[in-house]
């Protein structure tokens, strides 16, 4: 074998393609805290942190710190158990 057919071999890599990226074009458009955001109200019973990373492919630190922010803001409220869900306005019924 000649060196420029081992550079080539080893060259040559197979890429597995993860869920993560056909995850991560559902939010391409919008911030991680809109889409994350999104997520939590349009669920019926609450999401949850594992949940989050897996639908929308960010890492644990991520979602973490998104969560934090949008408690912080008083967009989201967590329930028992760990779950986080939206909040509502209470005079128009939407969400805040």
């Not at 408690?71 to 967590?78: E, L, P, T, V, W």
Request: aromatic fraction near 8%.
């Amino acid at each position: 074998m000649n060196t420029q057919q081992g550079l080539l071999k080893k060259s040559y890599k197979f890429i597995k393609l993860s869920n993560k990226a056909h995850k991560a074009k559902a939010c391409a458009n919008m911030s991680g805290a809109w889409c994350v955001l999104g997520i939590i109200q349009n669920s019926s019973e609450g999401v949850d942190p594992k949940t989050l990373k897996q639908r929308t492919g960010f890492k644990k630190r991520k979602v973490h710190k998104i969560l934090y922010k949008l408690f912080k803001h008083g967009s989201i409220r967590i329930e028992g158990g760990g779950l986080y869900t939206g909040v509502k306005d209470n005079t128009s019924g939407e969400w805040n």
